[in-house]
């Protein structure tokens, strides 16, 4: 398979997903840098997680390639951006730069862009969603849920669904669409339930 050059932007709990939208504050020099040098280029860059929150942490192996799309320069240097999501990649190394930002080589993985549920998938899913929602406290809007599809539906709620970073990481690393649909149900009735004390339950 072939590689690619990526700049890459490790952020924590920050997810994207191909097909989907990401906005970004960004404010540190090193990333202004990268917008920068991004915006005269192809406006390529990859999110991924590090596996720990502190400077240099390595970095979990897949992340998602997205592209610049709105851009909001500020007269301080900063800037907003949109991401959209073009593809999930594969990091094969991290290389060695001069740039203030990190970058590696990276495959991109070539998902299903047609992929769909099994009508009993989707209903589960859509149950188990209401459970978890209603525990959470959560207004949403079930209509509007119902015209999306599968592929909008299980990204979007993955990528904003309010778990912990490694079980975000999971989700993203899922292989197929069912795979990810399967793993978002489990993982709702796991971080839905309470302890004895009221406690939301964690994974450790």
């Known amino acids: 398979m072939a590689t690619r050059r990526i700049p890459i932007f490790p952020l924590t709990g920050a997810m994207l997903y ?11 020099p090193r990333y202004r840098a990268m917008v920068g040098d991004a915006l005269v280029r192809e406006r390529l860059i990859g999110m991924i997680q590090p596996r720990q ?5 390595p970095l979990y192996a897949i992340g998602c390639i997205g592209k610049i799309g709105e851009v909001e320069a500020m007269e ?10 073009i593809a999930r990649f594969r990091i094969v190394r991290e290389m060695v730069v001069t740039t203030p930002f990190r970058q590696v080589e990276a495959e991109l993985i070539d998902d299903d862009e047609d992929a769909a549920l099994a009508p009993v998938e989707r209903a589960s899913f859509e149950r188990e969603a209401r459970r978890f929602s209603a525990s959470q406290g959560y207004s949403v809007d ?28 999971a989700l993203l690393e899922a292989e197929t669409l069912s795979d990810r649909c399967e793993l978002l149900v489990q993982l709702m009735q796991f971080f839905g339930k309470r302890d004895d004390d009221g406690d939301a339950a964690t994974l450790q």
Request: without cysteine; proline residues 9%.
């Open 142 to 169: 079930w209509e509007q849920v119902a015209r999306l599809d599968d592929a909008s539906l299980i990204n979007g709620v993955s990528q904003i669904v309010p778990f912990d970073p490694a079980s975000k990481q």
């Open 53 to 57: 929150p502190v400077e240099g942490a």
């Open 18 to 28: 191909p097909g989907l939208h990401l906005p970004l504050h960004i404010f540190e």
């Open 76 to 85: 301080d240097g900063r800037y907003n951006i949109l991401l959209e999501g």
